[in-house]
């Protein structure tokens, strides 16, 4: 079955521009998780949906930064005015529910370069 | 604020001798604890967990050793193959509220087997 897609695989831009990176989330799973990864550093999480709950905002590292999930599935993470320092892979996860022992599943990532 | 530790950024092991990665933290919350693997360009990939209430789990050739009390986990890899060369992130997790599904990841370590 098909999983987690992320789209685009890599993208470059300005300073100053805004990037939208796009998720598809494995069918069914009603949990979807958005983790960065930056050079030399560790996954670091960013935001957190499941179901229709409020989602977690609480690792987004400022208001430059904002997510959608429309209709429980796509997700959209935004960056407005890029900065050097955003430069990392975005990773988006999904999860069968947010309960502890079930597995996330990883997209390949985007590769986001701040030029 | 760095709560789950991976102190080696790399290990080099022979092909069929023991892999041992290692992995620290500092949330006495933690209940679940999760191994990933990743290759270059690809996402992470679910590995091995054990929960808090167990101190072993093992899966094949991997298993997953965790001490509560020295707040450490390791992971064993025997015998180890070239293709296990990839670099392997420590995560773990509790639910409590908002956190509910969030994973708290190591800055991994890049193991290198060699024939």
């Known amino acids: 079955g098909a999983g987690v897609s992320q789209s685009p695989s890599n993208k470059v831009t300005e300073k100053g521009k805004d990037v939208e990176l796009r998720c598809d989330p494995i069918?069914?799973?009603?949990?979807l998780y958005w983790y960065r990864q930056s050079l030399g550093q560790g996954l670091e999480f960013l935001i957190y949906?499941?179901?229709?709950?409020?989602?977690?905002k609480s690792g987004l590292p400022s208001d430059r930064f904002s997510a959608e999930r429309t209709g429980g599935s796509v997700s959209t993470l935004t960056i407005q005015r890029t900065q050097q320092e955003d430069s990392a892979v975005y990773l988006c996860?999904?999860?069968?529910?947010?309960?502890?022992?079930?597995?996330?599943?990883f997209g390949p990532g985007t590769r986001l370069t701040v030029t | 604020d760095q709560q789950v530790k991976q102190n080696s950024p790399s290990l080099s092991v022979q092909e069929g001798r023991i892999s041992i990665l290692n992995c620290d933290y500092t949330?006495?919350?933690?209940?679940?604890f999760l191994w990933y693997k990743k290759y270059p360009a690809e996402g992470p990939t679910f590995l091995i967990s054990?929960?808090?209430?167990?101190d072993k789990n093992e899966d094949g050739r991997f298993t997953v050793f965790l001490n509560k009390s020295a707040k450490h986990l390791s992971l064993h890899i025997v015998p180890s193959q070239p293709g296990d060369s990839a670099v392997y992130f420590c995560?773990?997790?509790?639910?409590?509220?908002?956190?509910?599904?969030?994973?708290?990841f190591g800055r991994g370590t890049q193991l290198t087997v060699w024939p």
């Open positions: 949906f499941q179901g229709n709950s409020a989602p977690d």
């Open positions: 054990i929960s808090s209430i167990k």
């Open positions: 996860a999904s999860s069968r529910t947010g309960g502890t022992s079930y597995e996330q599943y």
């Open positions: 949330n006495s919350m933690f209940d679940y």
């Open positions: 069918s069914g799973h009603t949990a």
């Open positions: 995560a773990a997790k509790y639910d409590r509220g908002s956190t509910l599904g969030r994973l708290y």
